[in-house]
């Protein structure tokens, strides 16, 4: 294989756990950024054994320091950067007239300011290696609601950042895009969904089944999924894709 780089945020859980292993078959080394040292460790047993090298740094993107500790360390251990996907993030989901100052601001210092962040600081390497970047999003960019406003507002925040550089990107042989999930099947959704249930006296399981059909979708997607749009934009086939924001959310979205 030859010699290639991706960082891959969030790569502790979910999506972002899920897309590190997916790329190990496509890169020589994959970088794995989040802050659960343990599972981080488990990622990356994964990682080594589908063939790839991977790099384990526990670390807090919502720190300003930790975009440029990232790419340090990333350059000192393997001298490039190919790719780099942003899928760290978790926004809280409270209604807009209960949100206060603190939980915008740290649904905005991980999601946003650290992907921004993280961009900005691997950007000469990937103008270099003529790299590419995605941005996670969320199908709530396209449909924000009050019962949770700041998921919608930083996700379609998160659509915009990625035009934005993916306009630069086109000067500088940079690839940027924005993916936006629907429903995936991840831990935090199943905690979310145990949180829930018997707020609105359900049983979980019946909780978990009304979800989908709320949405108008058969199922809930699942982190693999998802990491195979994320392997195919970061792909040679995809090189003429950029600026482009692709939903996969089974259907939940009718609009054209």
């Known amino acids: 294989m030859p010699k290639s780089v991706a960082i891959v945020t969030g790569a502790s859980q979910g999506i972002g756990r899920a897309t590190a292993i997916r790329l190990a078959r496509d890169f020589s080394s994959v970088v794995l950024a989040a802050r659960d ?3 981080l460790e488990k ?12 790099l384990v740094l526990d670390i807090d993107l919502a ?3 930790a975009a440029n500790s990232v790419v340090d360390r990333t350059l000192k251990a393997f001298g490039r950067i190919d790719a780099l996907l942003n899928i760290a993030g978790a926004v809280p989901q409270i ?3 209960e949100m206060t100052d603190a939980q915008w601001d740290g649904g905005l210092a991980l999601k946003f300011h650290g992907a921004r962040r993280l961009t900005m ?3 000469p390497a990937l103008k270099e290696s003529k790299g590419a970047v995605v941005l996670m999003s969320g199908n709530s960019a396209q449909f924000p609601k009050a019962p949770y406003a700041a998921v919608g507002t930083i996700n379609a925040a998160i659509v915009a950042l990625a035009k934005a550089f993916s306009d630069r990107g086109i000067a500088d042989g940079v690839q940027v895009n924005s993916v ?3 429903p995936v099947m991840t831990g935090r959704r199943r905690s979310y969904l145990a949180h829930w249930a018997p707020l609105h006296n359900m049983a979980v399981e019946e909780a978990t089944a009304k979800f989908p059909q709320d949405a108008g979708i058969a199922r809930y997607g699942e982190p693999e999924e998802i990491a195979e749009l994320m392997a195919f934009l970061v792909s040679p086939g995809a090189r003429w894709m950029t600026g482009s924001t692709l939903r996969m959310d089974g259907g939940e979205v009718k609009s054209i």
């Open 43 to 54: 990622t990356a047993d994964a990682v080594k054994a589908a063939g790839a090298e991977p």
């Open 37 to 39: 040292r343990p599972n």
């Open 95 to 97: 209604d807009l007239f």
């Open 63 to 65: 720190e300003v320091t």
């Open 180 to 182: 936006l999930p629907g």
């Open 121 to 123: 600081a691997a950007w």
